[in-house]
């Protein structure tokens, strides 16, 4: 094979990296629209929470059937495929006619984002290699950074001037050109010892995440204890279970259960998902609050948010130069102590206070975020022996996505069950329980104008104050969570790790937060 010029790995480069910057505006665009699209498609509180966790779920759930797929039948097609679902789909929501056709078109955008980002990082492997290797994937990590900094604005800007519609044609235009650039310059490549992939394995797991999550969802409207919750929750027990029944049978395991006797790779797989119940859930969190709660518009929100996600574009890559000196497990847990800090800050800061009072807290929590952002990858690989590095990697980034579609689902039913709580005890003259429960999920989601009509007897203040209550409440348990996580994860990564790795030539970001 003919070396590559620089040219034509510049365009595989720039492909790759702008696959990797429609993830997050995937991810956070909607966040910021979810309240316009509820004042022009309406829908219910599970309808609207699906807008995000579809996307996120499905995308956690294939990156690692993706990755198989790309390794036996070719990276490029792989890539070009996914692209091209992810094109079709984003071009389709721009048009959507209800909240059912969002969902579903959410659900296939998420999947070819899986495709797509799978399969572009394995070609990425293939066309650089040593310190050239670790500065592409450096940039991945920096086109990941600038999605998440700049997207909520982005976002904002574009429902401020022209409708929630045009975020999905913008990301919609990303993706063709990436398409295009990938489909000029990419070289096909494959892995000639893949296997096939793994069916039972890929469908038990995400019949279990896709229970799990929907169980999650609407238990805050039928009651924790009802037939529908117990139901979804229990049959996504039972599909976990056959998961892991597969798993230890099959011959060529989705995922390899014997790395998790391993107490680093435990911690490193605690460490995927510990930023999503303290930065991620933020994400679509804020918006609905300072858009629905507070009054902002969709640009003022988009511009908050910049204090929360800017710290990603500087401080990962000054941890890694940090974690040459000072041990990157202390690193991880110092920066985690650093956002549940955050979160307990934010937590006083009630519904109706000045913006400049939030800067603080947002930034502490970017900040300390940050700081294992970017130890995280080479982390994931080091953990365990060289030649299980691939599914070390694979399993490192399903646990990471698919631990951020679980938390969005999980803290989206505790806020629920708190709003329900706070206007059950709010002592709001005429409100039973009944009204509580049907306002209740209204509320969490931002849309205190919709929660006022089904209180007519409650004042808009109230309603906000309760919202407040629920909202701190929610921050503790978030800083709770975070501060365990950095506890365990400091336990586990004192173990020694089996071998190492040369994470210099280690990506820098491999997918989503």
Not at 117 to 123: C, D, E, N, P
Not at 159 to 178: E, Q, S, Y
Not at 390 to 408: D, Q, S, W, Y
Request: charged letters at 10%; a positive charge; glycine letters at 10%.
């Amino acid at each position: 094979m003919k070396p590559a010029s620089p040219a034509r790995r510049a365009f595989v480069l720039a492909a790759v990296c702008l696959a990797a910057l429609c993830m997050p505006l995937s991810f956070t665009g909607p966040a910021i629209a979810i309240p316009a699209i509820a004042a022009d498609l309406h829908g219910t509180p599970l309808a609207l929470a699906w807008i995000t966790n579809a996307f996120m779920l499905i995308f956690g759930g294939c990156l690692m059937v993706a990755g198989a797929l790309a390794d036996r039948y070719g990276r490029k097609r792989v890539f070009l495929l996914g692209m091209s679902v992810f094109s079709a789909a984003a071009l389709a929501l721009s048009a959507a006619p209800g909240i059912l056709w969002l969902d579903v078109l959410r659900a296939v955008q998420g999947l070819g984002c899986a495709m797509a980002l799978s399969s572009g990082l394995a070609a990425l492997a293939q066309e650089f290699d040593g310190q050239s290797r670790a500065r592409a994937f450096s940039l991945i990590g920096t086109a990941f950074g600038v999605g998440l900094a700049f997207g909520p604005f982005m976002a904002g800007t574009l429902i401020t001037h022209t409708g929630w519609r045009a975020i999905f044609i913008a990301t919609a235009v990303a993706g063709l050109a990436a398409l295009l650039a990938a489909a000029r310059a990419m070289r096909e490549s494959r892995d000639p010892q893949a296997q096939g992939v793994d069916w039972p394995g890929a469908l038990t797991f995400t019949g279990a995440l896709s229970l799990f999550t929907y169980g999650l969802l609407q238990a805050p409207n039928s009651g924790w204890g009802s037939a529908a919750s117990m139901g979804l929750l229990g049959g996504a027990a039972l599909l976990l279970a056959a998961f892991i029944r597969v798993e230890r049978r099959a011959a060529q395991p989705m995922l390899d259960l014997s790395l998790f006797r391993l107490p680093a790779f435990a911690g490193v797989q605690l460490l995927a998902a510990a930023p999503a119940f303290s930065f991620v859930v933020l994400l679509v969190l804020l918006p609905a609050r300072f858009i629905g709660i507070e009054g902002y518009s969709a640009l003022e929100a988009g511009r908050m948010m910049i204090a929360l996600s800017a710290p990603m574009l500087v401080l990962p890559v000054l941890a890694g130069m940090a974690a040459q000196r000072i041990d990157a497990a202390h690193i991880c847990a110092c920066g985690l102590l650093l956002a549940a800090g955050g979160l307990l800050w934010l937590s006083s800061c009630a519904p109706g206070q000045s913006p400049a009072s939030l800067l603080g807290p947002l930034l502490l929590i970017g900040c300390g975020i940050s700081l294992p952002w970017g130890l995280m990858d080479g982390l994931a690989i080091s953990v365990v022996p060289v030649e299980r590095a691939g599914m070390a990697a694979g399993i490192f980034n399903t646990t990471r996505v698919a631990g951020e579609g679980l938390a969005l689902a999980i803290v989206s039913a505790l806020l629920g069950t708190f709003t329900v709580a706070a206007l059950g005890g709010a002592g709001i003259a005429g409100v039973g329980t009944a009204q509580a429960a049907h306002a209740g999920p209204f509320l969490a989601l931002g849309e205190l104008r919709h929660a006022a009509t089904l209180l007519p007897q409650a004042g808009t203040a109230e309603l906000a104050q309760a919202y407040g209550n629920a909202f701190r409440h929610l921050l503790y348990v978030l800083a709770s969570i975070t501060t365990a996580s950095a506890l365990l994860i400091l336990a586990f990564l004192r173990h020694p790790a089996p071998a190492a790795t040369d994470t210099a030539a280690l990506p820098a970001c491999d997918a989503p937060s």
